[in-house]
């Protein structure tokens, strides 16, 4: 995640969290529970305005799944400290868009010429 404010980590709770919506029901079935939350924490932050997270291949997977993203942030200075700020977006269209992406990544780049 890279902002525009430094991020303060000094109470240790910068985290991302992937709503994931309960499947529809199958006819005649109770409405299933939707299953857990993804939860990742932040492992570092980097040039005091990224937060950098590990295990890319998990959070992609969450991203797949969920229908919202949820990172929970702090900025320096905000004194007294009033705890963490969510900053919520959207996954709709990211499958499709991970899917170009990885397409694309193993493309040569335009202004690469072969002969």
Not at 9 to 32: M, T, Y
Not at 38 to 55: G, L, Q, T
Not at 71 to 77: E, G, Q, T, V, Y
Not at 91 to 113: H, M, V, Y
Request: glycine share 6%.
């Amino acid at each position: 995640v890279v902002t525009d404010s430094e991020i303060d980590a000094s109470f240790n709770d910068l985290a991302l969290n992937v709503a994931i919506e309960a499947r529809r029901p199958v006819r005649g079935q109770p409405k299933p529970e939707p299953p857990p939350s993804p939860h990742f924490v932040a492992e570092r932050i980097a040039d005091r305005k990224n937060v950098v997270f590990k295990d890319g291949a998990a959070i992609e997977e969450a991203f797949r799944a969920g229908s919202t993203a949820t990172f929970a942030l702090r900025f320096w200075p905000i004194w007294p400290s009033v705890g963490s700020i969510p900053v919520e977006i959207s996954l709709k269209g990211f499958s499709k868009i991970a899917d170009e992406f990885a397409r694309c990544a193993g493309q040569p780049a335009a202004s690469t010429t072969t002969r």
